[in-house]
């Protein structure tokens, strides 16, 4: 669940904002079973084997910590479905800059970085933000930037 308000508009984001958008928490089995499905890789899959490895232990996919997060961004921030969401065009600069591992809890942050009603559509602009994963020791342990088409107020 979202720590955000409801955004609906382009005109409800504002340039500098940044905000803790919720927490992401993963287990050992959680870990695993993405995995398993998804980037079954040995550290990601085999904690023995992640032993062994350059991590010295399991640590989630990449893909599964920017899953959660997108999890937590959508349900605030971006607000996926509301009444002036359109899409989004993609992410930029996707960075895993620190492994995660059973029993981290990561808040999510986000910066927004510009709002730029289109000159060719009127009725619609972009929305660029930071999304970051922070540690219990304020480390960034995943980073992206996102952009979404959002409608502006009172167009349908």
Same mark, same amino acid.
């Given at each position: ?21 919720g927490t992401i928490a ?17 550290? /990601? ?18 893909? /599964? ?12 921030? !971006? ?20 492994? !995660? ?28 933000? /930071?999304?970051?994963? !922070? ?22």
């Amino acid at each position: 669940m979202s720590a955000l308000g409801r955004r609906d508009w382009l005109e409800d984001f504002t340039v500098g904002a940044k905000e803790k958008a919720g927490t992401i928490a993963f287990s050992e089995d959680e870990i695993i079973a993405f995995a398993r499905a998804f980037d079954p890789q040995s550290f /990601h899959v085999d904690p023995e084997a992640a032993r062994m490895s350059p991590y010295g232990g399991l640590i989630a996919s990449g893909w /599964h910590t920017m899953s959660k997060l997108m999890k937590v961004v959508s349900g605030g921030a !971006v607000a996926a479905g509301g009444a002036g969401f359109i899409a989004s065009p993609g992410f930029e600069d996707l960075r895993w800059l620190r492994p !995660v591992r059973p029993g981290d809890v990561l808040d999510v942050w986000i910066e927004t970085l510009s709002v730029t009603p289109s000159a060719s559509k009127p009725g619609q602009g972009l929305i660029i933000q /930071h999304f970051t994963a !922070v540690d219990a020791a304020g480390r960034v342990v995943c980073s992206v930037m996102g952009k979404v088409f959002f409608k502006r107020r009172g167009t349908a």
